[in-house]
């Protein structure tokens, strides 16, 4: 059965930085698609970051040069470093992973205070 976890959300300041983990089971966070998204109240879910299964990066542009998407193959983990955190970033985020299906975690809040 796969499995991701979120974790790291929490409160900042403004300017502040967060490192959100992705903890997998079940599946090679290495080898598949993997992607952050975020949904803030009342609005759709959007895409954050994606990384491809050869390691090439995409981003919104809202969080690029800001935002930092890796994984551990090791750790079975991926991660969003977030840093120059904005109001505007607060949102639940959410972790993805494209295997035979498509695969979320349940999300971890990110509230950025002004």
């Known amino acids: 059965q796969v499995q991701l976890v979120e974790s790291g959300g929490g409160l900042v300041q403004a300017g502040g930085s967060l490192r959100l983990s992705c903890a997998a089971s079940g599946i090679l966070i290495s080898i598949v698609v993997m992607e952050w998204h975020r949904q803030a109240p009342g609005k759709q879910r959007e895409l954050v970051a994606r990384?491809?299964?050869?390691?090439?990066?995409n981003y919104a542009d809202s969080v690029n040069g800001r935002f930092t998407i890796s994984r551990d193959s090791v750790k079975n983990t991926g991660y969003l470093q977030m840093n120059s955190l904005k109001p505007e970033d607060t949102a639940v985020y959410y972790c993805?992973?494209?295997?035979?299906?498509?695969?979320w975690g349940r999300g971890t809040q990110v509230t950025v205070s002004s």
């Open positions: 990384i491809s299964s050869s390691d090439a990066t």
């Open positions: 993805y992973a494209k295997g035979r299906k498509d695969y």
